[in-house]
């Protein structure tokens, strides 16, 4: 399985690419923003995208949006991982049909437990 971390802390994707190879993923990819992120996308086939709210250049909601409006990657489960826990930006990205949203900090097993949750239910919820 591909994962995309995208955040623009390097030691949050440090943090978050650990805690995955400790639950067993090995194929890792990063981008520090949104934009980057979509290059990406364009290049690699990813099996779950892990994506912060606030960046610069362009913000993991509107990364998400883009991802939900094209063919070929709208079905990808995307994980909101961010310290954004307002009940109005939550709605925002249920609306935008994000697959899960995990508030920062977080452990393992959250994060686990969201992993394990999207692939159950389904890659995209809504």
């Keep these: 399985m591909k994962v995309l971390v995208v955040d623009d802390s390097l030691v949050m994707r440090r943090i978050i ?20 992120a979509l290059r990406i996308l ?6 779950l995208i892990l994506s912060d709210w606030c960046m610069q250049v362009m913000h993991g909601i509107e990364l998400l949006r883009n991802v939900r409006k094209n063919e070929a990657t ?4 995307f994980i909101m991982v961010t310290a954004e826990a ?17 508030v920062k900090p977080f452990t393992r097993d959250t994060l686990r437990e969201s992993i394990e949750k999207v692939f159950t239910l389904g890659k995209v919820a809504g």
Excluded: C
Excluded at 21 to 34: P, T, V
Excluded at 74 to 77: A, C, H, Q, R, V
């Design 86 to 102: 307002q009940p109005h930006l939550i709605l925002e990205a249920i609306r935008a049909q994000v697959s899960d949203y995990v």
């Design 42 to 47: 364009e290049e690699e086939r990813i099996d």
């Design 17 to 36: 690419g650990n805690h995955l190879r400790a639950l067993g993923y090995s194929d890792i990819l990063e981008a520090d923003n949104g934009r980057r």
């Design 74 to 77: 709208k079905n990808i489960p």
